[in-house]
C-alpha cells in the first residue's frame, strides 16, 4: 500500500543528538521518547528493584507504531507528552507532518520497530546515529543535568554504563536494520530522500 507520507527513523545511543539532528533535517520530527511506559505499568522491566528504563520493554513499540501508521495515512494523529521527571505521560497533543511527504520519528528505541514499519510500507530510511563516544558521553550528561532528569549522582553513573554500553547499542541497532551513520551522511540520505533518490530502507 501506498502511504502519502513515509518514514524516517532515526536511532542512536542516548544522548548520540538524535533530536538535533532530526530537526537539522527540516522535516516534521515525532518524538519516540513520548510512547515509555508510565512508572507505575506493572510489564516495566527492573533491575535491583528499579526500573531499567534503558531496556526497549520499557517503551510501548505497539502504540509508537500504531500512530506512525497513522500519520503516513492520515497526516495527523494524537500523540502522547511524557513528562520523564515525573515518569509518566502528563498530556496528548496533535502532531501534524502538514505537506511533508516524509517525517522524522527518533528516539533510543527506534531501531526496534524498523522491521514491523519496514513490513507495513511505512518506512523510508532507517539509521543508527554514530559519534565519538566521548562526546556522546559529555553531551548527554549535561543535557541531563540542566534538564534536572534524576539525581547528579545517578546521572553520572548512568552515563558511565551508558559509555560502556555504546558499541553494543549500535551493533544492536544495526542488527535490527538501522544503518550505522555519521549525521552527515544522516542528513545526505535524508535529502536524496526527499529529492527522490531512494535508498533502500
Known amino acids: 500500500m501506498d502511504h502519502p507520507h513515509r518514514l524516517v527513523l532515526l536511532a542512536g545511543p542516548s544522548g548520540s543528538g538524535k533530536s538535533y539532528i532530526a530537526q537539522q533535517t527540516g522535516l516534521p ?5 513520548d510512547f515509555y511506559k508510565d512508572g507505575d505499568d506493572p510489564t516495566l522491566p527492573r533491575q535491583n528493584g528499579l526500573v531499567d528504563w534503558d531496556s526497549p520493554q520499557s517503551w510501548d513499540a505497539g502504540a509508537a507504531v ?11 494523529a494524537e500523540v502522547p507528552v511524557y513528562a520523564i521527571g515525573a ?12 505537506g511533508s511527504p516524509l517525517f522524522v ?4 528505541f527506534a531501531a526496534e520497530i524498523v522491521e514491523e ?6 518506512l523510508a530510511g532507517a ?13 548527554r550528561l549535561a543535557r541531563d543535568l540542566a534538564e534536572q532528569r534524576k539525581a547528579p549522582g545517578m546521572l ?4 558511565l554504563a551508558l559509555l560502556r554500553a555504546e558499541p553494543a547499542v549500535l551493533r ?13 551522511e544522516v542528513l545526505r540520505r535524508v535529502a536524496d530522500l526527499l529529492a527522490g533518490h531512494p535508498h533502500h530502507p
Do not use: N
Request: glycine share 10%; proline share 4%; aromatic share 6%.
Open 105 to 108: 520519528a527518533e528516539g533510543i
Open 172 to 184: 544492536r541497532q544495526a542488527g535490527l536494520g538501522a544503518h550505522p551513520a555519521p549525521a552527515r
Open 87 to 98: 515518569d509518566r505521560r502528563v498530556a496528548t497533543r496533535t502532531f501534524e507532518v502538514a
Open 127 to 139: 539509521y543508527a546515529l554514530r559519534r565519538p563516544r566521548g562526546t556522546t558521553f559529555f553531551r
Open 156 to 159: 553520572l553513573r548512568r552515563g
Open 117 to 122: 514499519c519496514r513490513r507495513r510500507g511505512l
Open 66 to 76: 500504531e500512530t506512525i501508521a497513522r500519520l503516513a495515512r492520515d497526516g495527523k
Open 29 to 33: 520530527v515525532l518524538c519516540l521518547d
